[in-house]
């Protein structure tokens, strides 16, 4: 299995609090990327990374935001949890010319 | 935007069927993935091709990528309840040469009835 953990892999928190997910891998991979699932949406790009310091905006990027300030390490931060962002989040490395590998997955609950 | 259509969205087949599950978009790919995905887990890896009219196999799985690249199919062979699960077609696209902007499609998921 590709070397790559979340943290935490569940959470509640209250509407207005600030969130951060945190990915890890081993696999000194160049790319990280966060997506998030919801029923009926399939796994959404929010945010993806080309590198330490390097990251751009997926599909649905507004209330997140990313940092990559060391090659292992991808956090998630949602700046003001709202009930929409309930969801399942995972985490995916990839290296050049491979496909993805994916995390177990977080599930956050904004109540 | 590059969007990526998966058909059916839904398929219930008896065990020893075959069946065909496609990718389509209307955006070129560098190269494309499928992943299986199982209740509670991420999705898994299956196959990436990345040549126009390129076929691999897997064991009872055959994976074709079109000839333009824009599309893609999943055909099971004699299938298994083991089989069961979510089908995720994915595009890299290299929108810079940099980095590679990974995206899903919706899924199809199968049922496989013993």
């Known amino acids: 299995d590709a070397g790559i953990t979340q943290s935490p892999r569940h959470k509640v928190t209250e509407t207005g609090t600030p969130v951060t997910l945190r990915c890890h891998q081993t696999e000194n991979h160049r790319y990280m990327y966060w997506y998030r699932q919801d029923p009926g949406h399939g796994l959404r790009l929010i945010h993806y990374s080309y590198g330490v310091k390097d990251t751009d905006k997926g599909e649905v990027s507004d209330g997140y935001s990313v940092s990559r300030s060391k090659t292992e390490d991808f956090l998630l931060t949602l700046e003001s949890a709202t009930s929409s962002q309930t969801s399942v989040y995972f985490c995916a490395i990839k290296g050049i010319g491979t496909g993805a590998f994916f995390g177990q997955g977080t599930r956050l609950t904004v109540v | 935007t590059q969007l990526l259509e998966q058909s059916p969205q839904f398929l219930s087949i008896q065990e020893g069927e075959n069946l065909t599950v496609y990718c389509n978009s209307s955006?070129?790919?560098?190269?494309l993935q499928w992943y299986r995905q199982e209740p509670g887990e991420g999705p898994v890896l299956l196959v990436t091709?990345?040549?126009?009219?390129e076929v691999k196999k897997l064991k009872r799985l055959t994976f074709q990528f079109g000839d333009a690249r824009k599309d893609s199919s999943l055909h099971i062979t004699a299938a298994q309840p083991g089989d069961t699960g979510l089908y995720l077609c994915?595009?890299?696209?290299?929108?810079?040469?940099?980095?590679?902007?990974?995206?899903f499609g919706p899924g199809t998921s199968l049922s496989v009835i013993p």
């Open positions: 091709v990345v040549t126009g009219g």
């Open positions: 994915a595009g890299g696209a290299s929108e810079k040469t940099s980095y590679d902007k990974v995206i």
């Open positions: 955006s070129v790919f560098s190269s």
